[in-house]
Nanobody, 127 residues
Framework: QVQLVESGGGLVQAGGSLKLSCAASGRTFSAAFMAWFRQAPGKEREFVAT????????YYADSVKGRFTISRDGAKNTVYLQMNTLKPEDTAVYYC????????????????????WGQGTQVTVSS
C-alpha cells in the first residue's frame, strides 16, 4: 500500500507563490508518474501537472503552464508543485496522485489513471 501526504497549502494573495509537497511512503512504493490535480467547489477534479518519476519529464495543463513547476526528489520520495503568479481561479483543494504503470502523457492527465491519492491540501488565493 502507498500513502501520499500533501502539505504546503494556505491562503495567499493574487500574484503570490506557494510550494506544495507530497511525500510518498509504503513498502511497495514505486511510481511511473506522480501528478497534481485540483478540485474547486462544485467542479470536477482537474489535471494540473504530472512528472515521470525516472526521467523527470513533465506535462502541464494549459491553465498553469508557465506559472507552475512540478519536480521530484527521488531520495525523499517527494514530489513538489511550485506555484507562482497565483490567481483567484487557482483556489481549490490540491491532490497528489501516483501511478505505478507507464502511460502516455494524455492518459496520465486523467484522474482515472491514478491508483493512489493523498488527502488534499487547500489553496486559497484572494483577490
Amino acid at each position: 500500500q502507498v500513502q501520499l501526504v500533501e502539505s504546503g497549502g494556505g491562503l495567499v494573495q493574487a500574484g503570490g507563490s506557494l510550494k506544495l509537497s507530497c511525500a510518498a511512503s509504503g513498502r511497495t512504493f514505486s511510481a511511473a508518474f506522480m501528478a497534481w490535480f485540483r478540485q474547486a467547489p462544485g467542479k470536477e477534479r482537474e489535471f494540473v501537472a504530472t512528472i515521470t518519476w525516472t526521467a523527470g519529464n513533465t506535462y502541464y495543463a494549459d491553465s498553469v503552464k508557465g506559472r507552475f513547476t512540478i519536480s521530484r526528489d527521488g531520495a525523499k520520495n517527494t514530489v513538489y508543485l511550485q506555484m507562482n503568479t497565483l490567481k483567484p481561479e487557482d483556489t481549490a483543494v490540491y491532490y497528489c496522485a501516483s501511478r505505478p504503470v507507464s502511460a502516455s502523457f494524455l492518459q496520465a492527465s486523467s484522474p482515472a489513471a491514478y491508483s493512489y491519492w493523498g488527502q488534499g491540501t487547500q489553496v486559497t488565493v484572494s483577490s
